[in-house]
């Protein structure tokens, strides 16, 4: 089976021979591949839509893995009991929403050992949530799919050290080992800060404060740039 960049680079953070949980499946796509590949003994794919659950049954089927992979429809945790799964994944989502999911439902999430996320936004929300509730930042990737970049987060119970509060936003691991795909990134986030800039200068009657704290911003991702060898 190919993966997408994105799907494979979650393949790599998920642990080998353990019990592994998708949540939001979608076409079962991710489960199938960890088990075909021998990286997960079993897996259960959770969906809520009945759509997409029946075209993930299909791929089962037409890998023959009806008995190692479990297909399950419901939304977020509540398809899951306390301790079977070892590892959950929880990818396509918001930030903010994979919040909500792990909020929801903390029976279930006290009993997981290792969890994979793949924010589609709000990532430092994620982090900040997960470090605040116990979790470390075991690892960070970044990967590159069309022309987004998106970031794999997997979380383990444990302490996360201190960080910059814009260490936090772009990730720690990123930062730690100066993954290359920081520069572009770091680039994108400070077009939005100048352009935000930009509107508030348009605008007489907007607060001092605010683009005080933008152009704070501005000169942090410039030194970090800088740090990294870019302009």
Same mark, same amino acid.
């Given at each position: 089976?190919?993966?997408?960049?994105?799907?494979?680079? /979650?393949?790599? =953070?998920?642990?080998?021979?353990?019990?592994?949980?998708?949540?939001?499946?979608?076409? @079962?796509?991710?489960?199938?591949?960890?088990?075909?590949?021998? /990286? @997960?003994?079993? @897996?259960?794919?959770?969906?809520?839509?009945?759509?997409?659950?029946?075209?993930?049954?299909?791929?089962?089927?037409?890998?023959?893995?009806?008995? =190692?992979? *479990?297909?399950? =429809?419901?939304?977020?945790?509540? @398809?899951?009991?306390?301790? *079977? #799964?070892?590892?959950?994944?929880? #990818?396509?989502?918001?930030?903010?929403?994979?919040?909500?999911?792990?909020?929801?439902?903390?029976?279930?999430?006290?009993?997981?050992?290792?969890?994979?996320?793949?924010?589609?936004?709000?990532?430092?929300?994620?982090?900040?949530?997960?470090?605040?509730?116990?979790?470390?930042?075991?690892?960070?990737?970044?990967? #590159?799919?069309?022309?987004? /970049?998106?970031?794999?987060?997997?979380?383990?119970?444990?302490?996360?050290?201190?960080?910059?509060?814009?260490?936090?936003? /772009?990730?720690?691991?990123?930062? *730690?080992?100066?993954?290359?795909?920081?520069?572009?990134?770091?680039?994108?986030?400070?077009?939005?800060?100048?352009?935000?800039?930009?509107?508030?200068?348009?605008?007489?009657?907007?607060?001092?404060?605010?683009?005080?704290?933008?152009?704070?911003?501005?000169?942090?991702?410039?030194?970090?740039?800088?740090?990294?060898?870019?302009?």
């Amino acid at each position: 089976m190919q993966l997408s960049p994105r799907l494979l680079a /979650i393949a790599r =953070q998920v642990p080998p021979e353990r019990v592994v949980a998708d949540v939001g499946t979608d076409h @079962a796509l991710l489960p199938v591949y960890l088990v075909s590949t021998g /990286i @997960a003994p079993r @897996a259960i794919a959770v969906e809520l839509r009945r759509g997409p659950l029946d075209r993930a049954l299909r791929n089962v089927q037409s890998f023959g893995l009806a008995g =190692q992979v *479990e297909l399950r =429809q419901g939304d977020g945790l509540e @398809a899951l009991a306390p301790g *079977e #799964a070892e590892v959950v994944v929880i #990818a396509g989502l918001g930030g903010d929403r994979i919040v909500e999911i792990l909020e929801a439902h903390p029976d279930v999430r006290g009993s997981v050992p290792c969890w994979v996320f793949q924010p589609m936004s709000h990532a430092g929300t994620l982090r900040r949530w997960l470090v605040a509730h116990g979790y470390r930042l075991a690892d960070e990737e970044l990967v #590159a799919e069309g022309e987004r /970049i998106y970031e794999v987060i997997r979380a383990e119970p444990g302490r996360e050290p201190p960080q910059e509060a814009l260490v936090m936003e /772009i990730g720690p691991r990123l930062w *730690e080992r100066r993954d290359p795909l920081l520069v572009p990134l770091l680039r994108r986030r400070l077009e939005e800060v100048e352009a935000r800039l930009a509107h508030l200068a348009s605008r007489p009657e907007a607060g001092a404060g605010a683009r005080s704290g933008l152009e704070r911003l501005a000169n942090r991702l410039g030194e970090m740039l800088a740090e990294l060898g870019a302009r």
